[in-house]
């Protein structure tokens, strides 16, 4: 069965510039979610998206935007980068009415 | 407080052990509950959603009190292949799409 892709699978960024990660629904999966893990840490909620439209707001940095396209992909766009950045990002998606959550294999982010 | 606690372990199991993990949450409004399984470095998997009734997936059985906040996941006749962080996850309302919140995830490791 088709699962969420992501890409670039790893990244590699130096302080200020700027990265944007993609992420492509399970098919007739309308709802799109991201994460962002830290080392060790669990993941934090970032932003989702529901038919095009922002549905709720985690605790995304104002450097990042995000938007989801026609297509229900969506992108995560990524500015000054930070050392504290690095992570691992995951994009989670599902379909309306259907609060179960498919995670991509995420992106590995590393800012130099 | 977090609003998901997990007791972190690890728990270290010899094969065909049973073991226990639980997870307390602290928004009495949450109306889903997930275990998933995540293998280092790699994305979280949904292992199975958690039910009022409880419920059973082969050797897991899920259980959810929802008087004490409280999810309990079992796992039988443990496999060396289950050993992974196991992490509990509740969902924030009242939003349209709910964000899952993680807990910090129990480590198992099965030992031959």
């Known amino acids: 069965a088709a699962g969420v892709i992501q890409s670039p699978r790893h990244l590699i960024k130096e302080k200020r510039e700027t990265a944007t990660l993609k992420c492509y629904p399970i098919p007739r999966h309308d709802t799109v979610y991201w994460y962002q893990q830290g080392p060790g840490q669990d993941p934090q909620f970032l932003i989702s998206f529901y038919e095009k439209m922002q549905s709720d707001k985690g605790s995304i940095p104002d450097r990042f935007s995000a938007q989801q396209f026609s297509d229900y992909h969506s992108e995560l766009n990524m500015s000054s980068l930070e050392l504290g950045d690095s992570a691992l990002y995951f994009c989670a998606s599902s379909t309306d009415g259907n609060n179960e959550q498919f995670f991509g294999p995420g992106t590995r982010l590393t800012v130099l | 407080r977090k609003e998901v606690e997990q007791d972190p372990g690890p728990f270290n199991v010899p094969e065909g052990a049973t073991v226990a993990f639980n997870c307390t949450y602290s928004?009495?409004?949450?109306?889903?509950f997930f275990w998933y399984r995540q293998d280092c470095r790699k994305e979280p998997k949904l292992l199975m959603s958690v039910y009022s009734s409880g419920n059973e997936d082969g050797r897991f059985t899920a259980q959810l009190n929802r008087a004490s906040q409280y999810i309990s996941l079992l796992i039988r006749d443990s496999k060396l292949s289950d050993s992974a962080t196991y992490l509990c996850?509740?969902?924030?309302?009242?939003?349209?799409?709910?964000?899952?919140?993680f807990g910090t995830g129990t480590r198992l490791q099965v030992f031959p």
């Open positions: 996850v509740v969902n924030i309302p009242p939003y349209n799409t709910d964000k899952l919140i």
């Open positions: 928004n009495s409004a949450s109306q889903s």
